[in-house]
């Protein structure tokens, strides 16, 4: 077998040539491999000639697995000899037959790019801090607070206000006809939850449990109902009843209720110590992905369409299996965002190219810096004494 190799772009080209003896020697392979394959009259399975099986099923029958045998054992072979190769994706092949009955299989490869790695030590890197105070220990504790709420039955008097949840039933109609899903008795809505359409709940400030109410609203010219959208309704709505949130006193009570302290002081400072330490964490991440993104930044790289595609079809498929994980829809979840479809394509495309653009200068800087080594190609290995050697060679201010 002969072979040589050539640039043009970001692609290589090897080409193999393969001699009539060469050739014919992976079509005796191939019969020996497939012959058991064929049911050929008068022959046990598997000891009909090769002759046989060509003439009776077509004379190219053991070619394509004597191709698809020699691009496998040579190929990689190939790329051995040439380190500098780096595919990013199968090679496109085209075969031809030469005069003599041999065979040319041409490997045409897409790589990756080739670039001048960017300044990647002595950068500036603004760093982020935050401060726990008193304030967020309070918001904490109301939070803590809020997740030991009772609700009460409200008095007969009682004026609903934000926050309450009335109890109604409910009857919606359109000009004067009631539509599918506009009723329901018994519902529990939280007033200021703006769970239902337009002003529906505000319009129930101020009513007390009894009072019937014409309730009118109008669709959102978006509705997901088209029967529906930008449609005046008019609900007729009863109050049946009133439920009042009871907050507990933030107190020693509470501290002994929601943690492992007698008093609310002791609570108060494992809280801080707890805040204090999320935010370091947090502090840390951030510091991380400012240092790594400066340093991506430094290199300039023109990412090959088909390594922006590939990792970009990657991220779109973990989305969507998250999502379906989650019970949830990527359609769905993309409206609710407020953004069309392709404009998250979009956003995932750019946070796809730059995903290959820090892959290929990481790559490039362990490589430089030599910080894999035989004995060390655990990624999240040689990651660490990437993120060690550039947070030691980079200064935060």
Do not use: W
Not at 66 to 73: M, P, R, S, V, Y
Not at 145 to 150: L, P
Not at 155 to 165: E, F, S, V
Not at 181 to 188: I, R, S, V
């Amino acid at each position: 077998m002969e072979y040589k190799s050539t640039k043009k772009d970001d692609q290589y080209i090897i080409k193999m040539t393969f001699d009539a003896n060469e050739f014919k020697a992976a079509e005796e392979a191939a019969y020996k491999t497939e012959a058991g394959k064929f049911n050929v009259q008068g022959f046990r399975k598997g000891k009909a000639p090769k002759s046989i099986i060509e003439k009776n099923c077509g004379a190219d029958v053991f070619k394509q697995p004597a191709i698809e045998e020699l691009f496998q054992k040579n190929y990689p072979k190939a790329l051995q000899e040439h380190p500098e190769i780096k595919p990013v994706d199968h090679p496109e092949i085209s075969i031809d037959f030469t005069a003599d009955g041999g065979i040319v299989l041409t490997a045409t490869i897409d790589v990756e790019p080739e670039f001048t790695l960017g300044k990647y030590t002595g950068l500036e890197i603004k760093a982020a801090k935050a401060e726990v105070t008193d304030k967020e220990v309070t918001e904490f504790l109301k939070h803590v607070q809020q997740s030991r709420t009772r609700q009460l039955a409200a008095k007969k008097d009682h004026k609903i206000q934000n926050g309450d949840t009335a109890v109604i039933d409910f009857v919606g109609s359109i000009d004067g006809v009631e539509f599918e899903g506009g009723a329901a008795k018994n519902h529990e809505l939280e007033i200021g939850s703006n769970s239902f359409i337009d002003t529906f709940e505000q319009q129930l400030v101020g009513k007390k449990i009894g009072d019937k109410v014409d309730v009118n609203v109008t669709f959102p010219k978006d509705y997901h109902a088209k029967n529906l959208a930008g449609a005046k309704a008019l609900f007729k709505v009863e109050v049946r009843n009133v439920l009042i949130k009871e907050l507990p006193p933030i107190d020693d009570n509470l501290a002994k209720e929601a943690s492992e302290f007698e008093n609310l002081a002791d609570f108060k400072k494992d809280i801080l110590a707890r805040l204090k330490k999320q935010a370091q964490t947090e502090i840390a991440n951030v510091n991380e992905n400012n240092l790594l993104k400066a340093v991506t930044e430094q290199t300039k790289i023109k990412v090959p369409a088909k390594m922006l595609e590939r990792q970009f079809q990657h991220m779109m498929f973990d989305i969507e299996q998250h999502m379906a994980r989650q019970g949830a829809n990527l359609e769905v979840y993309v409206q609710y965002l407020g953004i069309t479809m392709e404009q998250f394509a979009e956003k995932q495309r750019a946070q796809a190219e730059m995903a290959v653009r820090s892959r290929l200068v990481f790559d490039a800087i362990i490589e430089k810096e030599k910080l894999m080594t035989s004995k060390e190609k655990d990624h999240e290995v040689v990651f660490n004494k990437l993120i060690e050697f550039l947070t030691k060679n980079n200064k935060f201010v």
